[in-house]
């Protein structure tokens, strides 16, 4: 009798053992799934975000982002600006020379008409004169920028017409060519016909003018563009 009461409570306590490893399973198993559920939530609202802003970037700046176009290959991104209570495109320097006689600027599929009025080697930037627009123009703000915050740029990518590229602020005093003037650099993908493009914050403020990028087989994600306070350095010496 007494060898039959032992071999009971070893089997009780073997299934109360069994049984508390079973819930203690099953707890971890729960705890896993919510931390999974919790964090897919996070990083969808953080990507929901991203795009809102990235919506109402493209909104408020999209009408005074055009393309330029000086003939069958030659082409541009410019932006509309104000500068002494007068309208100029604001674009890229290095396009242009005193030849330059024809260039049309094109936004919501109207075209303008406009010439080179000063432009800068130091800079690489250029202001041009354009006719009759009714565009409503960017503020000229001196909006700094973060290392590491999400960019927006406005381009015309091979003459395909104004698109929206992304990236991120990777580097301040960039170098191009042994150049004196120091170059923001940023991940956004920029291709020919982006140059003069704008790029802006997820504000939606200006913080400068993409000039060009790295072009090799071996590189990707290697674009600068110069910043607001050179920007607003060059538009004084007008």
Not at 68 to 78: E, I, N, P, R
Not at 137 to 150: D, Q, S, Y
Not at 207 to 224: Q, R, T
């Amino acid at each position: 009798m007494l060898a039959v009461l032992t071999l009971l409570q070893n089997i009780n306590i073997m299934m109360n053992s069994s049984f508390k490893k079973t819930i203690i399973l099953f707890g971890v198993v729960i705890v896993v799934i919510f931390i999974c559920f919790y964090f897919r939530g996070t990083i969808n609202n953080n990507t929901e975000d991203k795009n809102d802003y990235c919506y109402n970037v493209a909104q408020e700046n999209n009408n005074a982002v055009v393309t330029l176009s000086m003939g069958k290959d030659v082409y541009a991104t410019g932006v509309i600006i104000s500068y002494q209570d007068e309208k100029y495109v604001l674009s890229v320097g290095h396009i242009f020379d005193e030849k330059t006689d024809k260039i049309y600027a094109e936004s919501n599929n109207k075209q303008y008409t406009c010439k080179l009025y000063r432009q800068s080697a130091k800079y690489d930037l250029a202001i041009l004169e354009i006719e009759n627009c009714s565009i409503e123009p960017i503020e000229i703000v001196n909006n700094t920028c973060i290392l590491g915050e999400t960019v927006v740029a406005y381009g015309n990518s091979l003459n395909n017409g104004i698109s929206l590229k992304t990236g991120i602020v990777s580097k301040f005093d960039a170098v191009i060519d042994d150049t004196k003037t120091k170059f923001v650099q940023a991940s956004v993908p920029i291709n020919e016909g982006d140059s003069g493009a704008p790029v802006f914050n997820m504000q939606g403020k200006m913080l400068g003018v993409f000039v060009g990028k790295i072009e090799s087989a071996y590189v990707e994600g290697m674009s600068y563009f110069i910043k607001m306070g050179d920007v607003i350095d060059f538009l004084r010496t007008v």
